[in-house]
């Protein structure tokens, strides 16, 4: 009978840090004209959004410096101007600006979007659309 020799080797990753830090944005709303049917071109609803945010776990928050860390308050500015400056017929469209907007900050790494629209449908909590996108996919497309 022949023995298998086995050699136990050791992976050496990159990075042994196990913090991870996000910044969330939990049910940000916004009442703004969104959707294709006539009466979501004339009465505006309520748009919610939930947003978890990767960020670069390189960066340490200085309480010195607002610079180093993600600023959540610019975050839901620039998520209330894009519903407001532009009429979206589509939670989709919406998710996708929303996310390139986002992701000029380069020290944002990942990013999943929840846009919902809890009043379209009468029988449901809420519709709407669930986005993840990282840095690479962003890049890429």
Do not use: C, W
């Amino acid at each position: 009978m022949k023995k298998n020799n086995l050699k136990v080797i050791e992976l050496k990753t990159k990075n042994k840090n196990t913090v991870k830090r996000k910044v969330f944005i939990k049910d940000f709303i916004v009442n703004e004209i969104i959707g294709i049917h006539k009466h979501e071109k004339i009465n505006k609803q309520k748009i919610i959004f939930n947003l978890t945010i990767g960020i670069d776990q390189n960066i340490i928050p200085n309480e010195r410096n607002v610079k180093s860390i993600i600023n959540y308050e610019k975050i839901t500015v620039k998520l209330e101007k894009l519903v407001k400056n532009k009429k979206y017929n589509f939670l989709e469209s919406l998710a996708e600006d929303s996310i390139i907007e986002i992701f000029k900050d380069k020290r944002i790494k990942s990013i999943k979007i929840k846009i919902e629209k809890p009043e379209a449908i009468k029988a449901a909590g809420a519709v709407g659309i669930e986005v993840y996108k990282n840095r690479n996919d962003h890049e890429r497309s």
